[in-house]
């Protein structure tokens, strides 16, 4: 079945991101600075959650950016 996120793309606190179906899987990729990035992969086919999958989304740069910011303090 395929992702409902399959080429849904956007720019969320100035990281571009796009998701791409692989079969029965759709990565999350991410731009940060030229820098192709593999943030998620995952089963996100159900309609039902698809507000969540989007949040879901923001979350995941959201960890993405703490992370980077952390280890820049280190």
Same mark, same amino acid.
């Given at each position: =079945?395929? /992702?409902? +996120?399959? #080429?849904?793309? #956007?720019? $969320?606190? #100035?990281? /571009? $991101?796009?998701?791409?179906?692989? @079969?029965?899987?759709? !990565? +999350?990729?991410?731009?940060? !600075?030229?820098?192709?990035? +593999? *943030?998620?992969? @995952? !089963?996100?086919? &159900?309609?039902?959650? %698809? &507000?969540? $999958? $989007?949040? =879901?989304?923001?979350? +995941?740069?959201?960890?993405? *950016?703490? %992370?980077? %910011?952390? %280890? /820049? =303090? *280190?």
């Amino acid at each position: =079945m395929k /992702s409902i +996120l399959d #080429g849904n793309k #956007g720019v $969320y606190r #100035g990281i /571009s $991101y796009v998701w791409i179906a692989d @079969g029965d899987v759709v !990565h +999350l990729y991410i731009n940060d !600075h030229g820098k192709t990035i +593999l *943030l998620d992969t @995952g !089963h996100y086919t &159900q309609k039902r959650f %698809e &507000q969540a $999958y $989007y949040a =879901m989304t923001k979350c +995941l740069i959201d960890v993405y *950016l703490s %992370e980077k %910011e952390t %280890e /820049s =303090m *280190l």
